[in-house]
Every structure is written in structure tokens, then in C-alpha cells.
């Protein structure tokens, strides 16, 4: 049955392909991007990345995994170039304009390489609203889940548009985009971290992915935490147990993306994961993240 969103979906699309090329405007100021889904492992991903390039340059390693002292290597575009022999990756959640692709298709644009890195949406829009529900007042997870369309926020019509625009980006730069999913790189983060830097232009040696997996650990992200940057990247998993989706909001969730999502990069009806859901006359405290 359709939702009646559709509208309200293709009003926050076009005002978004009016507005958002981040790749065009920053793209000869860095050597590759590395755009991520909200809440899919950016900042751990970026730690392990950074303190493997550090190695390999023999330069210094970023001291924080969150906060603006983890942005030596790969961060915000805007940010200067801290080391002129080291290369500069751009870092953002960015939504691109899907004027980016027509463009690309007819041959006036190009871009740099982008690494782009997602996770399976029920889990990492439950992961965004535990972080950010009572910061941002999202409301109760059925609520938030019921939400229209809008161009601003975080929600799962985010999600489904992000996967959407990247998809079709990718078809138009086959070369240039390289997708990586969280799920992979938690189950060969040595495999995947090596794989990211060949696609970037640099070959890493065993010394350097060894740098790399002794911050590969939560133990060592939350060592390492900005304790000025105020952004909890590494919660208790345990804490996470307690907001779970009841069955009627997954499956709400699902007959959104059913209707809704183009490109699952390869998720689908054979997903790694297990998105958890709270069935009637279970307690929170029971389910296993």
C-alpha cells in the first residue's frame, strides 16, 4: 500500500540537487573522499585509517579519535592541509546533488576517489536515534519513524535517500566510488583498511596495518575520545540494549524501504545483520545487541 509520502520525498530531492555539491566544490583540494551513513562507523573507520597513513609517512599520529584533533589526515574538506607529503581525505555525511551524475554522464565533471561507507539502515538509524534522542528531541522511536519527508534532520527518510543518491552516483563513477560496508570491515578491518588506502593511491605494509589494528579496538576509540568534543562515538553496547524496534515499527520501517529504496548495496533480503526488535511481552534487558 503506498504511504502518501512520495511528494514530500521528491520536494526534499529537488531542493537538495539545487544545493549540494560538496564533491564538485571541494574536489581539488583533497585526494579522495570518504563519505559515510550517519552512525556507520565513521569515527572508528577514520582512527584506524589515519593512525596507518601516520605509520607509513613515519608522521605523527592523531591523538583523539573524535574532536578536531583526529582530523590530521581525514576530516572536514575546509580544513587545511596539516602535512604537505601526506595525502588529504575529505570526510563528510555528504548528500550529493544528483545534478552530479547527469553531469558525469555527459563527461564535464570527475572525481576524485570516495570511499563510501554504509551500514544496514535499521541498525544504523536505531544507533542514531539512541545517540541523539534526548540531545535533538526526537521523540518516541514510533514517532520518529512516522515522520514526512523533510530536507533537514535525520531520519530514516535520510538513510533512504542517501543510499539512493549514492547509488546512482556509483552506476555514473564505477571507478571512483568504492562501497564498504561496517559489517565487513568489523569482520576484516586489517582486509578492508588495506583495500580503502590502495583505492585512495597508497600501498600499506604489514607495519602499517599493524599500527592500524592496535587502535582497531572500542577499548582503544574510547581511549581515545576528545573529552572537550562532547559526541559519545563509542556508547556502552549494553546500554543500547533498551531501545529495540516493536514489530509494528519495523515493520513500518520495512514497507518504507520496500517502496522506497533503489539501491541496498547489497544488503537486501540476504543482510548480514539482525536489526533487533522488542516483540510484545519481551523486556529490553533480554535482547542481545
Request: with cysteine; net charge positive; hydrophobic share 45%.
Amino acid at each position: 500500500m503506498p504511504d502518501g509520502f512520495g511528494l514530500s520525498l521528491l520536494v526534499a530531492d529537488v531542493r537538495d540537487d539545487l544545493s549540494r555539491f560538496h564533491l564538485l566544490h571541494y574536489a581539488d583540494r583533497v585526494d579522495g573522499f570518504l563519505i559515510s551513513g550517519h552512525n556507520s562507523g565513521t569515527h572508528w573507520l577514520r582512527f584506524m585509517l589515519s593512525t596507518a597513513i601516520a605509520h607509513r609517512l613515519e608522521l605523527p599520529r592523531p591523538a583523539c579519535s573524535s574532536g578536531p584533533q583526529s582530523d590530521l589526515y581525514i576530516g572536514n574538506a575546509r580544513h587545511p592541509r596539516r602535512f604537505p607529503q601526506a595525502p588529504r581525505i575529505g570526510s563528510s555525511h555528504h548528500m550529493p546533488s544528483r545534478l552530479v551524475a547527469l553531469l558525469g554522464a555527459v563527461g564535464l565533471v570527475r572525481l576524485p576517489p570516495v570511499v563510501l561507507l554504509v551500514r544496514h539502515i535499521p541498525d544504523s538509524l536505531l544507533s542514531y536515534f539512541f545517540k541523539w534522542r534526548e540531545a535533538k528531541r526526537l521523540g518516541p522511536l514510533d514517532g520518529y519513524l512516522a515522520k514526512a519527508p523533510s530536507r533537514k534532520g535525520v531520519d530514516l527518510w535520510w538513510f533512504i535517500r542517501f543510499f539512493n543518491r549514492w547509488g546512482l552516483l556509483r552506476r555514473v563513477f564505477p571507478g571512483s566510488v568504492m562501497v564498504v560496508r561496517y559489517e565487513d570491515v568489523r569482520r576484516e578491518p586489517e582486509t578492508w583498511v588495506r583495500r580503502i588506502w590502495s583505492h585512495w593511491g597508497v600501498t600499506l605494509d604489514e607495519a602499517d596495518l599493524a599500527a592500524a589494528m592496535s587502535v582497531s579496538t572500542r577499548t582503544a576509540v574510547q581511549a581515545h575520545l576528545d573529552p572537550e568534543y562532547g559526541e559519545d562515538v563509542a556508547p556502552d553496547p549494553q546500554a543500547r540494549v533498551a531501545v529495540a524496534y516493536a514489530e509494528p515499527e519495523m515493520a513500518l520501517l520495512l514497507q518504507h524501504l520496500a517502496q522506497h529504496l533503489r539501491c541496498d548495496f547489497g544488503y537486501g533480503d540476504a543482510c548480514p545483520a539482525e536489526p533487533r526488535v522488542l516483540a510484545p511481552g519481551r523486556e529490553p534487558e533480554r535482547l542481545v545487541a
